[in-house]
């Protein structure tokens, strides 16, 4: 489909069948078996889904056709159908995706010279309140399942011309990324297998998170090497609670403390990220109160000039000023860089297009202050 291209999935079909990898390389092959075929079908599906960019069973060509037609009887290739597409003039790629219910999620492949980063949803909205977010603006409805958050990545490595690959994960989309921790450990483990995968690095992989000290905690004990991204947003309690009402749960000292775990657990830096939004936290009083909170600790601080959202009273800060806030924090030892804005044109900030694009009646709103934290 070409960019700016707006369809009507065929959220019918999707629902009549089972996606293809909502099931394990296991239950694949134990199924192949029953059909009356040997188990290695399933590595050249797997290779045309991942590599060759099939659209249909039909055209995996080296299958027998009765094992495409049990296929496409039982399973369906993808577990969601692209709503709309966006085109950004600085090579990035917004997709609307419908899922089986009709709900809608977003995805975001961002193309660089040696990059080939998708930013991926892992709940349709998000519980968590933070009052500059549209993703959050009709509460949670629902957590992704491990075939939705995996099908975002073939989803948009299907925009890559052949022979190339996504090469980045980042878990930075619409939804609390650790609220669905046992799906996305899942759907990523997929994505990092080389031998029933994509064979991504897992080193690759980025997770974001507002902070759940205790999910923080359980995600250091996985044994895996992604990488891990704090939702700071302000360096006090005080402003912390404003911008992100779920801190009043937390709190901001549990948060840099469950962090720090992190590192000393895997090895891994951590990244505080910081949505600057104009004169609400991006004066030098805070640039100071950052510097105190994160001085002597391994991490580094990523600051995003804020995208704006119809209807929301934020607005960018001025330029000057984030560089400024930047001397301030490299002054006191602490690493920053201030993060390049990609896809203003085709609302790529998370939630913006689904926004834009879905007419559902709002769900019940979930507060932060009653979802689950531990």
């Known amino acids: 489909m070409e960019a700016g291209d707006r369809v009507e999935p065929q959220t019918e079909e999707l629902r009549a069948r089972r996606p293809l990898f909502e099931a394990t390389a296991d239950e694949l092959r134990a199924w192949t078996v029953e059909q009356g075929h040997q188990a290695y079908r399933v590595r050249q599906i797997q290779q045309w889904a991942f590599h060759r960019r099939a659209s249909s069973f039909e055209a995996m060509t080296d299958l027998p056709l009765?094992?495409?037609?049990?296929?496409?009887?039982?399973?369906?290739?993808?577990?969601?159908?692209?709503?709309?597409?966006?085109?950004?003039?600085?090579?990035?790629?917004?997709?609307?995706?419908?899922?089986?219910?009709?709900?809608?999620?977003?995805?975001?492949?961002?193309?660089?010279?040696?990059?080939?980063?998708?930013?991926?949803?892992?709940?349709?909205?998000?519980?968590?309140?933070?009052?500059?977010?549209?993703?959050?603006?009709?509460?949670?409805?629902?957590?992704?399942?491990?075939?939705?958050?995996?099908?975002?990545?073939?989803?948009?490595?299907?925009?890559?011309?052949?022979?190339?690959?996504?090469?980045?994960?980042?878990?930075?989309?619409?939804?609390e990324s650790l609220a669905n921790l046992d799906a996305l450990l899942a759907a990523l483990d997929r994505v990092c297998s080389a031998d029933d995968g994509l064979g991504m690095s897992q080193r690759r992989v980025t997770i974001s998170t507002v902070g759940l000290p205790?999910?923080?905690?359980?995600?250091?004990?996985?044994?895996?090497?992604?990488?891990?991204?704090?939702?700071?947003?302000?360096?006090?309690?005080?402003?912390?609670?404003?911008?992100?009402?779920?801190?009043?749960?937390?709190?901001?000292?549990?948060?840099?403390?469950?962090?720090?775990?992190?590192?000393?657990?895997?090895?891994?830096?951590?990244?505080?990220?910081?949505?600057?939004?104009?004169?609400?936290?991006?004066?030098?009083?805070?640039?100071?109160?950052?510097?105190?909170?994160?001085?002597?600790?391994?991490?580094?601080?990523?600051?995003?000039?804020?995208?704006?959202?119809?209807?929301?009273?934020?607005?960018r800060p001025d330029p000057d000023g984030v560089r400024r806030f930047v001397a301030t924090l490299r002054d006191r030892g602490v690493s920053a860089t201030v993060r390049k804005t990609k896809g203003q044109a085709i609302d790529a900030?998370?939630?913006?297009?689904?926004?834009?694009f879905e007419s559902a009646p709002s769900p019940a709103f979930v507060s932060p202050l009653t979802v689950e934290v531990s």
């Open 349 to 356: 900030a998370c939630g913006q297009l689904r926004r834009r």
């Open 214 to 315: 205790e999910k923080i905690r359980k995600l250091a004990a996985q044994d895996r090497q992604y990488h891990l991204a704090v939702s700071l947003h302000a360096p006090t309690e005080e402003l912390r609670n404003e911008l992100v009402p779920v801190n009043e749960k937390v709190g901001l000292t549990a948060v840099v403390q469950a962090a720090d775990d992190y590192f000393r657990i895997t090895g891994r830096q951590v990244t505080y990220e910081y949505v600057m939004l104009g004169g609400v936290n991006d004066r030098h009083e805070h640039a100071l109160a950052l510097g105190r909170l994160l001085r002597g600790r391994k991490s580094h601080v990523n600051l995003i000039p804020y995208n704006p959202v119809a209807g929301l009273p934020f607005e």
């Open 66 to 175: 009765d094992l495409r037609r049990r296929l496409d009887a039982d399973w369906s290739l993808f577990a969601t159908a692209v709503a709309f597409r966006g085109e950004s003039p600085d090579a990035t790629d917004k997709l609307l995706l419908k899922c089986r219910d009709g709900r809608m999620i977003e995805c975001v492949l961002m193309t660089e010279e040696h990059r080939r980063t998708v930013c991926i949803s892992t709940q349709v909205g998000c519980g968590m309140g933070c009052v500059f977010c549209a993703s959050g603006l009709r509460g949670v409805e629902r957590n992704l399942t491990t075939a939705e958050i995996f099908d975002q990545v073939l989803q948009a490595q299907n925009l890559l011309p052949l022979g190339e690959s996504v090469s980045h994960i980042v878990v930075m989309g619409m939804g």
